[in-house]
């Protein structure tokens, strides 16, 4: 039984469009993970929580969508297999950690934007990379 409940034609389209949105995810965050990495005068701890972000959506869109791109396509063993790897892998436990991530990295980087623009003079770095650690 279709997860959809559209026509055939439909069930392509939204499987090629969650496709194409995937790969452009996964290499956009690459790209910028490789950036911050690479160069040294990124690596400033906003970055660092850009790159934590970059992972989460990263993490997010490989354990998430092809939930909705293969659904046709595979089927869950059954039993105690299908089991675990559904509640580790395509059930969500692992694409929700990424997905909670990257809702307290938009968080803590709302936060550090907020005391950037209301304290602008006091202390140019006020997310250290220790406070950034805790």
Same mark, same amino acid.
């Given at each position: 039984?279709? %997860?959809?409940?559209?026509?055939?034609?439909?069930?392509?389209?939204l499987?090629?469009?969650?496709?194409v949105?995937v790969i452009?995810? *996964?290499?956009g965050?690459?790209?910028?993970c490789?950036?911050? %990495?690479?160069?040294?005068?990124?690596?400033?701890?906003?970055?660092?929580?850009?790159?934590?972000?970059? %992972?989460a959506? *990263?993490?997010?869109?490989?354990?998430?969508?092809p939930k909705y *791109?293969?659904?046709h396509?595979?089927?869950?063993?059954?039993?105690?297999?299908?089991?675990?790897?559904? *509640?580790?892998?395509?059930g969500?436990?692992?694409?929700?950690?990424?997905?909670?991530?990257g809702?307290?990295?938009l968080v803590a980087i709302?936060?550090?934007?907020?005391?950037?623009?209301?304290y602008?003079f006091?202390?140019?770095?006020a997310?250290?990379?220790?406070?950034?650690?805790?």
């Open positions: 039984m279709s %997860v959809y409940r559209n026509s055939d034609s439909a069930e392509v389209v499987i090629v469009v969650h496709s949105l452009v995810n *996964i290499a965050n690459v790209l910028v490789v950036i911050i %990495v690479k160069n040294r005068e990124m690596r400033t701890s906003l970055n660092y929580l850009v790159l934590n972000l970059a %992972v959506d *990263i993490t997010t869109a490989v354990f998430l969508s *791109i293969f659904s396509f595979i089927t869950h063993p059954e039993g105690a297999a299908g089991t675990a790897l559904c *509640i580790a892998l395509t969500g436990i692992t694409g929700w950690v990424g997905a909670a991530t809702v307290f990295c709302a936060v550090e934007r907020y005391y950037a623009v209301v602008p006091e202390n140019m770095e997310l250290s990379k220790r406070k950034l650690k805790v």
